[in-house]
């Protein structure tokens, strides 16, 4: 049976820990991250928990030792953000290509410059082809629901990637809700114990782990790693049909709201969703026929559902909360369109960047975007494709 609770993002992440009992917890603190091993430290101390908990000097250092620990046959986890997520670049991409499930916490925060300490996805998204399954959480019920699946999702023997379990930087990592936690015993069940099928410790089956890749391998590891992120596509519906029938809580790749009928729609992430909703539901009342779809996965990315999803739309407006710099628009905006592309029918699209460095998003924002949208709709000129939002700026934003 659930039960109600009311905690942060953080703290919702570490009590999911605390219920799978990791084997090991490498940590270094990054704010607005920290808390995470900080609860989890207690839990350790207060005996809730019998993990190994090890602290390094640095972020390479928190995820290099869960490499070795997972390379050792461990389940090993950490958590991280910003510039700590960035300090693991080369971590990332080893853990990834050697197929270590480690599953990491993101309290997603600005990167540097200038210094920020607030929420948007640059950091996350700067690692998005790091080799990580990315799963976005748009409040603390889904921080934690989506940590309970992800130890299923990466240990998977179709998949055995790492997973980055995206929370908001002080909007859902430190603010206070409601929440429903399920019961101990039902969650290792869920979770199941980690068997990995080779480690290093396994002395009938020597292997090398991150060995040099010559030209005539390299690229069959490449390609072996890319399948199991279409793989992961498929388990990560998986577990979620499993975790509905377990604890009753819907997921999947992304949700849509009012979408059955809709001609205009948005497509961001995260807790802007519920601020997008009042402003579809707003103009729904006087007849706006809009919706808007939360992406959950964005990798793997689900570009053919997204597409279907959107392919009875006449115009639809990306937000982005991360600048991807290519002079053409940010990450999820990138992704929908190569979605969009080959479809024989669909809509016109535009990318909205918003909310860099934890700037507000508005009710009033999300109906000028969608009064935008009815006027592409109804002219089938796009006007300026890639645009900004909210900036302070003497320029006139796009109407």
Same mark, same amino acid.
Request: with cysteine; proline share 4%.
């Given at each position: ?6 905690? =942060? &993002? ?5 009590? +999911?820990?605390? @219920? ?17 091993? @900080? ?5 350790? #101390?207060?005996? @809730? ?48 290509? +050697? ?30 082809? =790091? ?37 908001? &930087? ?26 990995p099928e080779n480690y290093l410790l396994n002395r009938e +089956? ?32 998986e577990v979620a049909e499993d975790f509905e029938r377990t ?5 999947? $790749? $992304? ?35 809009? &919706? ?8 793997? $990315?689900? #570009? ?10 006449? #115009? ?8 991807? $710099?290519?002079?053409? &628009?940010?990450?999820?905006? #990138? ?10 029918k669909r809509p016109k699209l535009v990318d909205i960047v ?44 796009? @109407?």
């Amino acid at each position: 049976m659930s039960i109600k609770d009311r905690m =942060s &993002g953080n703290e919702a992440i570490a009590t +999911a820990m605390r @219920q799978i009992n990791p084997d090991v917890f490498a940590m270094f603190p990054i704010t607005p991250s920290t808390e995470i091993p @900080q609860y989890f430290a207690q839990y350790v #101390a207060d005996g @809730q928990a019998d993990t190994e908990f090890i602290t390094v000097e640095s972020e390479h250092s928190s995820l290099s030792a869960c490499m070795g620990a997972e390379a050792a046959g461990c389940r090993a986890v950490t958590a991280t953000s910003s510039a700590g997520l960035s300090y693991m670049n080369e971590i990332l991409y080893v853990v990834a290509s +050697a197929r270590l499930p480690v599953v990491m916490a993101v309290a997603t925060r600005a990167l540097t410059g200038p210094i920020n300490i607030n929420h948007d996805y640059s950091d996350s998204m700067a690692e998005r082809d =790091s080799g990580f399954i990315q799963i976005y959480s748009e409040n603390n019920q889904e921080a934690y629901d989506n940590y309970l699946q992800a130890h299923r999702i990466g240990e998977h023997p179709d998949v055995r990637l790492p997973v980055m379990i995206c929370e908001e &930087g002080f909007i859902t990592s430190h603010a206070l809700e409601n929440i429903l936690l399920e019961e101990d015993d039902a969650v290792k069940k869920f979770v199941g114990e980690y068997h990995p099928e080779n480690y290093l410790l396994n002395r009938e +089956a020597p292997l090398a782990v991150g060995p040099y890749g010559v030209s005539s391998y390299y690229m069959e590891a490449r390609v072996a790693q890319a399948e199991a992120m279409k793989a992961a596509k498929r388990v990560i519906l998986e577990v979620a049909e499993d975790f509905e029938r377990t604890f009753g809580r819907h997921y999947s $790749f $992304f949700e849509e709201y009012r979408m059955g009928d809709a001609e205009i729609a948005l497509v961001l992430m995260g807790s802007s969703a519920g601020t997008a909703r009042e402003s579809v539901d707003e103009l729904r009342e006087q007849g706006v026929k809009c &919706g808007l779809i939360k992406v959950r996965v964005f990798r793997p $990315f689900p #570009a053919e559902e997204l597409a279907a999803a959107l392919q009875n739309c006449k #115009a639809v407006a990306v937000l982005d909360k991360s600048e991807g $710099f290519s002079a053409n &628009g940010g990450p999820l905006y #990138a992704e929908t369109a190569a979605g969009c592309v080959n479809m024989d029918k669909r809509p016109k699209l535009v990318d909205i960047v918003y909310g860099l460095g934890g700037r507000d998003f508005t009710v009033e924002q999300g109906i000028r975007v969608l009064r935008r949208l009815e006027k592409i709709a109804a002219t089938g000129e796009t006007g300026p494709v890639y645009t900004h939002m909210g900036q302070r700026d003497l320029r006139e934003e796009v @109407q």
